[in-house]
């Protein structure tokens, strides 16, 4: 955040990392999606929002390996409580 409020460059843009504004008035752009923005989106960034067509964000579903230990690999029963 430190970094973001310095001036480093003439003109500083962002794009998505979150899609909300920084409030900086350090970043002069906000490049976003018209897909995923809503009515008058103008009024939700301190930046100039610059909405580019077409964009979108699709995640593959990640893989989550099966559980190959249990709890009474770890002398456990399953009515222990664990706390993290």
């Not at 989106?41 to 067509?53: A, T």
Request: charged share 15%; net charge negative.
């Amino acid at each position: 955040m430190q970094m973001a409020g310095l001036r480093l460059a003439p003109i500083q843009c962002f794009a998505w990392a979150h899609p909300v504004t920084t409030g900086l008035p350090s970043l002069d752009y906000f490049l976003s999606s018209e897909l995923i923005e809503g009515e008058n989106p103008q009024e939700h960034y301190s930046e100039k929002l610059i909405l580019l067509p077409n964009i979108g964000v699709a995640y593959p579903k990640p893989y989550i390996p099966p559980i190959v230990k249990s709890r009474s690999d770890y002398g456990l029963s399953d009515n222990d409580l664990i706390m993290v």
